[in-house]
Nanobody, 126 residues
Framework: QVQLVESGGGLVQAGGSLRLSCAVSGRTFSSYAMGWFRQAPGKEREFVAT????????YYADFVKGRFTISRDNAKNTVYLQMNSLKPEDTAVYYC???????????????????WGQGTQVTVSS
């Protein structure tokens, strides 16, 4: 069983930065496509960013392009989301997501996700 544990959320002022981390258990992390999603109160969970198993390709939602960067360290079984120039509308619970690379190349929708983390709260004050 794969377990995902997020950390790094918190309260930050608009324009600030946070780095989220997601530690993944299991020996097959390097074969998993990874992603980040977020869910604001009263809204559906939405795609933020994804990275292929090798880290060679990354895709972002339009609303975070140029501000967020997804990366992974396969030696540490960890995926990161560096968030810069944060806006109040970025306030949400952020979830780490994973799927075996043999099933999907990237995780760009909730239907492609096999495993979820418990989420970490990010709050951006104006």
């Amino acid at each position: 069983q794969v377990q995902l544990v997020e950390s790094g959320g918190g309260l930050v002022q608009a324009g600030g930065s946070l780095r989220l981390s997601c530690a993944v258990s299991g020996r097959t992390f390097s074969s998993y496509a990874m992603g980040w999603f977020r869910q604001a109160p009263g809204k559906e969970r939405e795609f933020v960013a994804t990275i292929t198993a090798t880290g060679s390709l990354r895709y972002y939602a339009d609303f975070v392009k140029g501000r967020f960067t997804i990366s992974r360290d396969n030696a540490k079984n960890t995926v990161y989301l560096q968030m810069n120039s944060l806006k109040p509308e970025d306030t949400a619970v952020y979830y780490c997501a994973a799927s075996p690379g043999g099933r999907v190349v990237v995780v760009t929708s909730t239907s492609k996700v096999d495993y979820w983390g418990q989420g970490t709260q990010v709050t951006v004050s104006s």
